[in-house]
T-cell receptor
Framework: AQSVTQPDIHITVSEGASLELRCNYS??????LFWYVQSPGQGLQLLLK??????LVQGIKGFEAEFKRSQSSFNLRKPSVHWSDAAEYFC??????????????FGKGTHLIIQP | GAVVSQHPSRVICKSGTSVKIECRSL??????MFWYRQFPKQSLMLMAT?????????EQGVEKDKFLINHASLTLSTLTVTSAHPEDSSFYIC?????????????FGSGTRLTVV
């Protein structure tokens, strides 16, 4: 069964500092990997996704993520955070099986706090 | 980009009544949609996969008779919470799969906050 681990429940970063959010996954086939951001009471916004090809993926809002198959990781990074980045971040894994598409399995999320 | 509209955004209902939540893909055809449930300060849990024109596939532990899913068209899936009870209060989010060659991916609705009193 697939699973996603986000080991950090909360992360506090100073505004302007760099950020890395960790994500490890377990998936039986070729994974499709995603990072989403959620503001309180809102739906999910896609930051970036990885299906294949270049393992360094660029997303919106200055975020990037690197797929490392050997480590089963897909960590999210941003060189300089802004106060507006404070939110809940979810890593998710999905894929295709039997000709269909799997629903996504989400990690528990990382709550990002930005200090002034 | 792909847009998914979910309505209502908030609903309060009395215990024992039923509530219907709609999920529409606005600019693409979604043969597959997904329904998730999110408890406060927790992650999203997949409830069911909805395929147009066929029965939904429910995840283990999800009561199919309580959470009725209908996917009658390529742009609309509905979730009906039947005989709702306070423990059904939660945040429900739908997602539509865009199978386009360029835009392949999952787009989420803005969620529905259900409160059963």
């Amino acid at each position: 069964a697939q699973s996603v681990t986000q080991p950090d429940i909360h992360i506090t970063v100073s505004e302007g500092a760099s950020l890395e959010l960790r994500c490890n996954y377990s998936y039986g086939a070729t994974p499709y990997l995603f990072w989403y951001v959620q503001s309180p009471g809102q739906g999910l916004q896609l930051l970036l996704k990885y299906f294949s090809g270049d393992t360094l993926v660029q997303g919106i809002k200055g975020f990037e993520a690197e797929f490392k198959r050997s480590q089963s990781s897909f960590n999210l990074r941003k060189p300089s955070v802004h106060w507006s980045d404070a939110a809940e971040y979810f890593c998710a894994v999905g894929g295709r099986s039997g000709g269909g598409a799997d629903g996504l399995t989400f990690g528990k999320g990382t709550h990002l706090i930005i200090q002034p | 980009g792909a847009v998914v509209s979910q309505h209502p955004s908030r609903v309060i209902c009395k215990s024992g009544t039923s509530v219907k939540i709609e999920c529409r893909s606005l600019d693409f055809q979604a043969t597959t949609m997904f329904w998730y449930r999110q408890f406060p300060k927790q992650s999203l849990m997949l409830m069911a996969t909805s395929n147009e024109g066929s029965k939904a596939t429910y995840e283990q532990g999800v009561e199919k008779d309580k959470f009725l899913i209908n996917h009658a068209s390529l742009t609309l899936s509905t979730l009906t919470v039947t005989s709702a009870h306070p423990e059904d209060s939660s945040f429900y989010i739908c997602s539509a799969l865009d199978r386009g060659l360029i835009n392949y991916g999952y787009t989420f609705g803005s969620g529905t906050r259900l409160t059963v009193v």
